[in-house]
Structure formats: structure tokens, C-alpha cells
């Protein structure tokens, strides 16, 4: 199961890079992060490339005109994983047990034996279950223009809260907005 999980992400890995390497000839270059910028018909696509020391995450907060925005909603998908039963075992000892009372020539010491029981439970694996995995979380995006006040920087995209996310919605187009983004990877 793991060797198939490293395959899977090897070959997700290549097929990244490939569609990274033939969009590289419509993107221009965002003077602003030195990061490339797809430039699209729709005008909202996402970036080609980020750069981590580029990262909007690290600064506080950033503002700009309001441009666009985009929720993507989760993605799941069905997967199979071990299905894990509690299976215990009882054993039994037989314990001795000794006291001793008086001392000197009056010491005696009496013996008895008990039996004790203890339980010894492990996960153990029985078939396979299906369940709902997460493969892309929800998430909510907004593009800036003019970011940071420098005209140069158009159509930068950040991950945002919820709350941002709908304050954007109900904002007019190039509206100046103030926010600190949870990411940048739209």
C-alpha cells in the first residue's frame, strides 16, 4: 500500500512538472515577486510558479485592488484502507503469595497460591474498508491588483479566509481591500 502511494506520488510529481515546463511560454514575469503570472484568457488563472521566498504568508497583511475572486470547493474521492478490529486474549497466572507473622521460634509463614487473569488487547487487521478521503481541501481565493500600492503588481492571488472571501464578493470591482492572506498556492 505505501510502495503504491510513493508511485502515485511520483508520477503526480512528473505530471507537475511537465504541465509546469509547456505553460511556461504564455507567462510573464510579476516584477513586483518575481513570480510568473499566467496570463490567461479569463484573467484569472493561477500562477505558473512560487517562489518560497516569495511566500504573502510571511507579511502580515497586504492590500490592493479587489480584481477577482474564486472558491474552490473540496475534493474527494474513495479510497480503501485496513480495517482494524480490537482482538484481546485472556491469560491466567498462578500467583503465590507468602506472609509471615511472630518472630524468633515463634515465626510462621503461611503460603497460598491465587489465580490472576489479565487481558491483553491488540489492533489487529481484518479486511478492507472504503471511506470518503479529503484530496484537495476547500479553499477561497482572491486576486489584488496594485498590490502594495505598486501598479507593476496585477493579478496576484492569496488563499483567504472565509470571511474575506465573502467581504470580496459583496465589494465592488477594484475596490481597495486589506487583508492578511492564510496562503498563496490558488
Do not use: N
Amino acid at each position: 500500500m505505501f510502495s503504491r502511494r510513493l508511485v502515485v506520488a511520483a508520477v503526480t510529481a512528473v505530471l507537475i512538472a511537465g504541465l509546469g515546463a509547456c505553460g511556461r511560454g504564455a507567462d510573464v514575469a510579476d516584477q513586483g515577486t518575481e513570480r510568473s503570472v499566467d496570463v490567461g484568457q479569463d484573467g484569472g488563472s493561477l500562477p505558473a510558479a512560487t517562489r518560497p521566498d516569495t511566500d504573502p504568508t510571511k507579511d502580515a497583511s497586504v492590500f490592493g485592488l479587489l480584481d477577482e475572486f474564486r472558491h474552490l470547493s473540496a475534493k474527494t474521492g474513495r479510497a480503501t484502507r485496513p480495517h482494524m478490529v480490537k482482538k484481546c486474549t485472556t491469560t491466567t497466572e498462578r500467583v503465590k503469595h507468602t506472609k509471615s507473622t511472630g518472630s524468633g521460634a515463634k515465626r510462621s509463614t503461611r503460603t497460598w497460591y491465587s489465580t490472576e487473569k489479565s487481558k491483553d488487547c491488540k489492533q489487529v487487521r481484518s479486511g478492507t474498508e472504503t471511506y470518503t478521503r479529503v484530496v484537495r481541501p476547500e479553499r477561497w481565493c482572491v486576486s489584488l491588483d496594485d498590490v502594495g500600492g505598486d501598479a507593476a503588481r496585477d493579478d496576484v492571488w492569496y488563499r483567504v479566509s472565509s470571511a474575506t472571501y465573502h467581504e470580496a464578493v459583496g465589494a465592488d470591482k477594484h475596490a481597495r481591500m486589506e487583508f492578511t492572506p492564510t496562503g498563496s498556492d490558488c
